[in-house]
Structure formats: structure tokens, C-alpha cells
């Protein structure tokens, strides 16, 4: 069956940075365009960056842009986030998830396969 999972979550102090991995199993890894969605308690899943299946473009939400770098590795059959310049407000589980179509990246619905997400914990 198909898995993602993440990993590299963790507490950092603001400024700080983080790495995250969702490594995948189960599927053709390098047929699906690859997402990071946040979701903050009480709020509503949000769309971070996604990274075509080539790694040939990328799409970030704007207040991410320039602090967050998404990258993959089909070799691996890994994606990863890199998290620089972290802000109290990126506080959220992360999750990765597959998408086969590039056509509405930006919503959770658009996804064929999720993980369990991480928790990323930024203090003040």
C-alpha cells in the first residue's frame, strides 16, 4: 500500500530552521507532484509549496516565499522542506501528500495520498 512519511519535525526557537523528509513507498514516485499542506489548531489545512513530478517547477504560498525551499529526489523517493527564518506563526503539523494532476495543487482535495504529518513548534 502507499506511504508517506514524514520526519525532521521538532521545537526550534524563531529564526531557527528545519529540514523536513516525507519519504514514499507504494507508488511510482517520480509519476506524482508532491505537496507540504500546514494545519495550525483551529485552523483549516493550508497549502505550503508543491514541486512538480520533474522537480522542474515549484509553487509556494506567499508567506513562505523565501524562507522555505521544497526539493525532491526520485532516486530516493523523497521530498523534502527545507525551513529557514521560522516565525511563531509556521507552528503546524506538516504533511506531504501526492498528487497526480498539477491542475489545483493548492487544494487538499486535488491529493490522492497523505501523510501522518509532523509537528513543527516554533517559540518566540
Known amino acids: 500500500q502507499v506511504q508517506l512519511v514524514e520526519s525532521g519535525g521538532g521545537l526550534v526557537q524563531a529564526g531557527g530552521s528545519l529540514r523536513l523528509s516525507c519519504a514514499a513507498s507504494?507508488?511510482?514516485?517520480?509519476?506524482?507532484?508532491m505537496g507540504w499542506f500546514r494545519q495550525a489548531p483551529g485552523k483549516e489545512r493550508e497549502f505550503v509549496t508543491a514541486?512538480?513530478?520533474?522537480?522542474?517547477?515549484?509553487v509556494y504560498v506567499d508567506s513562505v516565499k523565501g524562507r522555505f525551499t521544497i526539493s525532491r529526489d526520485n532516486a530516493k523517493n523523497t521530498v523534502y522542506l527545507q525551513m529557514n527564518s521560522l516565525k511563531p506563526e509556521d507552528t503546524a503539523v506538516y504533511y506531504c501528500?501526492?498528487?497526480?494532476?498539477?491542475?489545483?495543487?493548492?487544494?487538499?482535495?486535488?491529493?490522492?495520498?497523505w501523510g501522518q504529518g509532523t509537528q513543527v513548534t516554533v517559540s518566540s
Open positions: 514541486i512538480r513530478r520533474s522537480g522542474g517547477g515549484t
Open positions: 507504494g507508488l511510482t514516485f517520480s509519476t506524482y507532484h
Open positions: 501528500a501526492a498528487d497526480s494532476s498539477w491542475s489545483s495543487l493548492t487544494r487538499a482535495t486535488s491529493y490522492n495520498y
